[in-house]
Structures are given as C-alpha cells and as structure tokens.
C-alpha cells in the first residue's frame, strides 16, 4: 500500500501525532518533501528551502552527507552482527576517537541511543559514583524528553508530568554563586548545558563554565556538560565547553554526533568515576544502543569535523549569520530585542512572543526554513548546516528581515 501525501498526513495525525501536524501547519510548514541535499530542501512542485533547522540539530554537516552514508552502508552489508553481545572494531575505533577529541581527560565512553538516553546515562553514572540522588540544574534548560531529563529540565516546560526525580534544584543560569548556594549535602552531581540551545541559545559570560568547574571541584560533587545540542563543532569548537577551556567530570553529546543520518548519543567521563559502571548492568541495559551502523555513522562524522575543518568553518560562517542578524536587530529596535549565539546556533529575539510565528510562516513562503526555541518562543534559532555557502547566508537574513517587516 502507497499513499500519497495528503493520506500520509491524515494517517500521521490519526494514529500518531494530531497537534504535531496542527503544529507544522500553522508554520507553514507542512511541506510535501521529495529530497534533501545539503543545505537544499526540495518539495513536490520542484521548490527549494534554505533549511535552518536542521533536523532540530541533527543534520549539522547538512542532509545525506555521502561520506557518512558510505560509512553506514558498509556496515549494513558487511553481513556481521550490527548489535550486542557481539563486539566489533568499529565500535572500539569509535571509543577510542571519542577519547581522543574529548576535552581535558575525558576518556571512558559509552554510546546509546539518543541525546536524552546519554544525559539519562549520566544522571545515574553520578549517582552510583557519589551515592548521592541531589542535582542542580538551571532554569531554561532543556536536556530532553525522558523522566529524569524533564526532571532537570526547565520546570515550567513539563508540569503535566510531575512528580519528577526528587532532590533537584533549579538556579538561574549564568549565575556561579547560585550554583554553590544550592549545592548541599544531598548533592551528587551539576548538570548544565554550556550554551542553553533551547532557551535561546543563550550563551554565558566567559569564565562561568571554568568558575563551575573550580565549585563542584571544590564541593565535591560531579559536574555534567551537557552538549547534546552545542557538541561536535556548531559552536565553533568541537565542544562549546573548550571555548572556556573547563573539563566536566561526565560530558554528553547526541544529535549532531550521527551526522543526521544514524540516531546516536554518547557518555565522556573520567575514568576515576566509572568503575562501578559495568558492574551495574540497569544502567546501560539497551540493546540496541551503540550498533555497528550507528557507531559507524559517528566515528565518520568525527573524522569528517576533522579532517574538513568543520570547527574553523562554523566559527567564520557563524560570525557571518550573527553579522546578519545584529545589523536586522539594529534596523528593527522596536521588533527586534537581541540577538545571542555562537557559531551556527544563533538566535533572535522578538519583542512580541506572538511574533515569531508569523514570521516563521512566512520564511517557509519565501524559501528559508526556520524555527522558535522551545522553551522560549518569543526567539527564532537560525542554527543552519555549516555547509551554508556566503549566498545563502545573505538570502536568509534578506529573507528573515523581509518576513518580520511584512508581519509587523
């Protein structure tokens, strides 16, 4: 049985995801799709979009990039076993370069399903190191949509789901002295993301991920990075951590990692906290989590950030966009109240919440793809693929400035 797209839609919204259709239409962006290369989306009618979503992240080195599909095939014709108990080179090649790119001494690996999956991993890593169940988030964090990372995650995004994990703390972001005031003797671990991608791409001062570092060194407790989001070059460095130059105890990382073409996540932490980790089974029980194909999927996405300079280039093209975006917020004091971000994940912020999608409707008209921040709608990402060419960065800037003129 084939349908065609107007029946997709309907069997989509009937027997799975109603509102999420309602949602992609009132963005305008319930787009018949028939291929995707690079920064290009092309629909049924032969139209092209500029896409500055990105899979929500995913597609950071663009869509159906050949190298990593190559990597992803071989392994599913290589007529090997793809999952567990079996183990093979390419994950132990994919371990190993993980060590190798990840900051400070970082060095003990694990890869699972999802970004939510690996900040799960985490949680539980720290408390079976420490013994202790007390976290410290921020407000305006997202970390994802299981239990434990709704627990931590910005409050007012997930009332209907409480009660969450208990004995967690949520302090304002960017604030280091609040951190330490909420850290007691309950407290295992510090969660944080170095660049809050769903509140905005909001990005601290410079010094507060190290000043972190220094408390939870000082206090004893764990400290989480968690770069679901900001890892694997976007920010202009392989993780957005090393712009500060701080090393977490624990660092995970998703998304981006499987080079928008295998669902992967992945846990980085001292090997001083993870000898109790094999030794707890529950914790890293899935059996599909870290299969051949997907590992083959990451190892070939980080020797591609390698190899192709992709950290130099999302840095010169990020200051690009942000260039762009600065010169709008200029143009339009009365629309427009901040622009934040590093490297391709940059935002802008409206002075009306109501705004954004008006504006986000009437990019997708006129050919660029954009989204608002989850837990801040009042801010439009523009997190483009970083093989976005000079072109294209005007066309989306030119196109954004014309979307907000027409809908003031």
């Known amino acids: 049985m084939t349908f065609n797209y107007s029946e997709s839609v309907d069997a ?19 787009i018949e799709i028939e291929g995707a290369q690079g920064i290009l989306i092309t629909d049924s009618q032969g139209c092209q979009y500029i896409d500055c979503i990105a899979g929500y992240g995913n597609c950071f080195l663009g869509h159906n990039p050949g190298r990593i599909i190559r990597a992803v095939s071989e392994e599913l014709t290589s007529l090997r076993p793809f999952n567990l108990p079996f183990i093979n080179g390419i994950q132990a090649r994919f371990y190993q370069k993980l060590a190798e790119i990840a900051p400070g001494d970082l060095e003990c690996c694990f890869a699972v399903n999802s970004g939510s999956e690996a900040v799960e991993t985490a949680l539980k890593l720290a408390r079976l190191s420490t013994g202790k169940s007390g976290v410290v988030s921020t407000t305006g964090s997202w970390h994802g949509f299981t239990f434990g990372c709704m627990s931590v995650s910005e409050p007012s995004m997930c009332g209907q789901f409480m009660p969450f994990t208990q004995n967690v703390r949520h302090v304002p972001f960017g604030v280091e002295e609040a951190v330490e005031n909420a850290i007691d003797e309950l407290t295992g671990c ?25 408390i ?33 105890d624990i660092l995970v990382c998703g998304k981006a990692l499987g080079g928008g073409v295998m669902p992967i996540g992945a846990v980085i932490a001292r090997r001083t906290i993870w000898g109790k980790f094999g030794l707890s089974f529950p914790m890293s029980s899935s059996s599909g989590a870290g299969n051949a194909p997907a590992c083959a999927a990451g190892l070939a996405t980080l020797e591609m ?20 975006l600065e010169g709008i917020a200029a143009r339009h004091p009365g629309t427009i109240c901040g622009v934040d971000g590093r490297g391709l994940l940059q935002s802008i912020s409206f002075v009306q919440k109501n705004s954004t999608m008006k504006v986000i409707s009437e990019c997708a008209r006129s050919g660029v793809l954009v989204m608002n921040a989850f837990c801040d709608r009042s801010k439009i990402l523009v997190e483009p693929p970083v093989c976005i060419g000079d072109e294209e960065i005007t ?14």
């Open 305 to 324: 950030v390698e190899s192709e300079k992709i950290c130099q280039l999302a840095e010169s093209k990020g200051n690009r966009v942000r260039e762009g």
């Open 216 to 248: 939870c060194r000082r206090r004893k407790v764990l400290l989480i990075f968690d770069e679901v989001k900001t890892g694997i070059g976007k920010t202009g460095a392989m993780f957005a951590c090393d712009h500060d130059g701080a090393v977490p």
């Open 190 to 214: 510090v969660i944080v993301e170095p660049i809050q991608s769903e509140n905005g791409a909001v990005v601290p001062e410079s010094g507060y991920l190290k000043n972190l570092e220094e």
């Open 395 to 408: 066309k989306v800037i030119t196109t954004l400035e014309q979307a907000i003129i027409s809908c003031k």
């Open 12 to 30: 989509y919204a009937r027997y799975s995801n109603a509102p999420y259709i309602q949602f992609l239409r009132r963005m305008g962006l319930l």
